[in-house]
């Protein structure tokens, strides 16, 4: 495996601390979720809007039907196929058994799927994205998510998927800055929204994300592992069912944790720019292919679309270039 590109090493964590797995197991099967974790119905978009707006992330219920879980979780399950050919020692690229679907395609995206296409025309989706913002007139910045696998025991640190202006030879993914110094992003309205889609049933033993709630508008440090107690490392979405939507303020300090399961966690995701907002986009979907999709659709991938004198090489990597 080649040597981890610097711009990814906040996100690897060793496991030198974790503990025997079957105490491990039983520790998080006693202790694991958050209490009273609110699961909303797809008709209660207000209250679901509410919640999001005072913990950063909310799961909505029953949004995809059976048909269509299955279909999502048959493309994670061989989307994943081909990244963990070439990574016959389970290294990952988010930390040991631990996988992004966006930093293991070629195009940072998994928009040129059919599965990650079907997300794009969701109802709940759009309409509690348009609550968030304000606006239907938000876009797509890329078709991702994560998979970890049994045997991905260490935890992830928390950190957020947006922040202020840094140099473009640090990061091309940067976009907001106040040269006074008064405002950051935490400050604004959402400018950035992930919707995770869950293909199977999320438990407290295969991954769960953990999330803390609040935290999208904190300019407190986020704490290390080291420095992080306990009670946020067991702070996780969890249960949640199969067909359900996690929509989050990409703000609010997350990461990943243990999976002491028997079988791959996955959540794909579409990430949404606010209408006022964007950082740089790569093309994830091919002229021809983005004329197919409906006009809805269309529209929401108006910016990841390649030119139509292009071809667009996908596949997978186990570092996006």
Known sequence: MPDKPARNRNFFVTEAETPDIDSLRAHLEANNGLKGLDIVEP??????VKIFRRDGFVVIADVLNEEQTQFLANGCNEVAAEILALDTQRNGNRGSHRYSFGGSSLTRSQLHRPEWQMMLDIPVVNEV???????SDYALRAASGDFCLPGALGYQPLHSDVGDWISNTVSPFSA??????HVTVRDLP???????FLPQEITRLNGPTRQIPGTQHSRTPIPTLEEEPEW??????CPAPA????VRDVRAWHGGTPNVSNAMRAIPNLEFYAPWFREPIVPGISYQDHSKLSARAQYLTRFCVADSSETLQTGATLWAP
Do not use: E, K, Q
């Not at 008709?43 to 679901?48: E, P, T, W």
């Not at 959402?190 to 995770?196: A, E, I, L, Q, S």
């Not at 946020?232 to 979405?237: A, D, E, G, H, Q």
């Not at 067909?243 to 996690?246: K, L, Q, S, T």
């Open 43 to 48: 008709g209660n978009i207000a209250r679901a």
């Open 129 to 135: 994205v348009t609550a968030i913002f304000g606006s």
């Open 176 to 181: 907001f800055h106040d040269p006074r110094g």
């Open 190 to 196: 959402c400018p950035y929204v992930c919707v995770n």
């Open 232 to 237: 946020m490392r067991l702070s996780t979405v």
């Open 243 to 246: 067909g359900a939507i996690m």
